[in-house]
């Protein structure tokens, strides 16, 4: 709303003044603090304006006034409007930790570990035990829109709207519903189960087609487990190979910059009881069937939170790395016993 200049500066003054001082601002003060150059009973009479206007309250029997929300507001939006038509001032980005102890841990010890065994470090966050799919819902919002929600052992949420060009079924959308709770609860997000369950061969062209559009909304919540993922020396590793003579090393660097593979061999070791190890062709990948895993569990109170794992060529000194990996989940261990 369009006020007069002097209703604009005594707003902008009652509202800066609560805000400092947390008390309800009366006439006599503006007129002391301020120089306006009109008597306190003119300054009276703007406060009752703005009260009128809704721009201004008067909480009790004082002469106070204190903003409403359409007092910030209307002074917001004068102080955005002010910025619009001035220089962006300089903004310096001062560098600091933000991370948590324990993912500087984590990462420390990735890198660690890969100049230690000069092959590539894997570890994940404990965040990535939460990836469990618990339920699934799928929703018809409108005939067009479909919203997918997902919950993880973990607790967490996500929800995915999806828009289709014809209008969806109802009956199509119930047995979604059902047959994706039936094949996915239990499993882990960012497995090629996932997506082998919602191409399956056995489904009809329809529930195909509607399967594959609402795909996404399980990899959002992959993706960010996929980033949880701590990583260390992947140059080493391509160079050990290429000294072996292995040929595929682009290839194999584009599995490893996609995290799904990695998260799909950590999910196996997440579940072994002692040292994980996987060589050549029982990596699956194509790919990496030029490298081994070797991998061991982290974690407190007989609870795996995550994984320590060395992936280097199939020549490569396992004594060596065994005894590594497993020190360094030890160590790891030890150190969440302490914070956890």
């Given at each position: 709303m369009a006020l007069k200049p002097?209703?604009?500066?005594?707003?902008?003054?009652?509202?800066?003044?609560?805000?400092?001082?947390?008390?309800?601002?009366?006439?006599?003060?503006?007129?002391?603090?301020?120089?306006?150059?009109?008597?306190?009973?003119?300054?009276?009479?703007d406060l009752a304006e703005l009260e009128e206007l809704g721009l201004l309250a008067h909480p009790h029997t004082s002469a106070g006034r204190v903003p409403t929300d359409d007092g910030y507001r209307h002074y917001v939006e004068s102080i955005v409007d002010e910025r619009r038509r001035q220089p962006a001032p300089e903004f310096t980005i001062r560098h600091e930790r933000m991370r948590s102890e324990i993912d500087e841990a984590l990462q420390e010890t990735a890198e660690a570990l890969s100049r230690i065994t000069e092959l590539l470090a894997v570890i994940s966050s404990p965040s990535l035990t939460g990836t469990t799919i618990k339920h699934v819902e799928v929703l018809r919002l409108q005939p067009h829109l479909v919203m997918v929600v997902l919950i993880t052992t973990a607790g967490r949420v996500s929800k995915r709207v999806f828009s289709f060009e014809q209008a969806v079924d109802e009956g199509l959308v119930d047995y979604a519903r059902v047959y994706l709770n039936e094949r996915l609860t239990g499993v882990r997000l960012g497995t090629r189960l996932i997506d082998s369950s919602l191409d399956a061969p056995d489904l009809g062209p329809t529930e195909q087609r509607f399967l594959r559009t609402i795909v996404p909304a399980f990899r959002v919540v992959a993706a960010e487990d996929a980033r949880a993922l701590h990583i260390g020396g992947t140059a080493r590793l391509l160079e050990r190979l290429s000294a072996q003579g292995v040929t595929n090393l682009n290839e194999l660097l584009s599995a490893l910059e996609e995290r799904y593979n990695l998260l799909e061999l950590l999910y196996g070791a997440l579940r072994a009881d002692d040292v994980y190890l996987r060589i050549g062709h029982e990596l699956g990948e194509p790919s990496l069937q030029a490298c081994s895993l070797v991998a061991a569990n982290y974690g407190v109170a007989n609870r795996n939170l995550g994984t320590v794992s060395v992936l280097g060529p199939t020549r490569m000194d396992y004594q060596r790395v065994i005894g590594t990996v497993r020190a360094a989940a030890g160590s790891l261990s030890e150190l969440l016993e302490e914070i956890w």
């Open positions: 002097r209703q604009e500066t005594v707003l902008r003054a009652v509202v800066e003044e609560y805000i400092a001082s947390g008390s309800p601002v009366g006439s006599k003060y503006l007129t002391e603090r301020y120089d306006l150059d009109v008597a306190p009973s003119t300054i009276r009479n």
